[in-house]
């Protein structure tokens, strides 16, 4: 698995397309696919932050918009990249 920092993680996924699929204590969560490959991104975490940020529900959403605070890629089960950012 690759630990990468923010300006790697958006150099390679950073065009990915993910969609809003919860929120949950002060974080909201999107997956999406990227050459076959799951994409999690989990943005906020913080309870000033929610009220500054707007989703829509299906709407899909490039990962570099995002102010991302932990993001993982999976093949399969197996993780192959991860940026975490004070987790």
Same mark, same amino acid.
């Given at each position: @698995?690759?630990? %990468?920092?923010e300006k790697e &993680? %958006?150099? @390679?996924?950073?065009?990915? =397309? #993910?969609? &809003?699929?919860?929120?949950? =204590?002060?974080?909201f969560s999107f997956? /999406? $696919? &990227?050459?076959? =490959?799951? +994409?999690? !991104?989990? #943005? *906020?975490?913080?309870?000033?932050? +929610?009220?500054? &940020?707007? #989703?829509?529900? /299906?709407?899909?959403?490039? #990962?570099?918009?995002? /102010? @991302?605070?932990?993001?993982? !890629? =999976? $093949? /399969?089960?197996?993780? +192959?990249?991860?940026?975490?950012? *004070?987790?």
């Amino acid at each position: @698995m690759s630990k %990468l920092n923010e300006k790697e &993680f %958006l150099e @390679m996924y950073g065009e990915s =397309k #993910v969609v &809003f699929t919860s929120y949950y =204590k002060y974080s909201f969560s999107f997956r /999406g $696919e &990227f050459n076959g =490959k799951s +994409i999690y !991104v989990s #943005v *906020g975490g913080n309870a000033d932050d +929610i009220y500054r &940020f707007d #989703v829509t529900a /299906g709407k899909e959403y490039a #990962v570099k918009e995002l /102010g @991302m605070n932990y993001a993982e !890629v =999976k $093949e /399969g089960e197996t993780t +192959i990249a991860e940026f975490t950012d *004070g987790w």
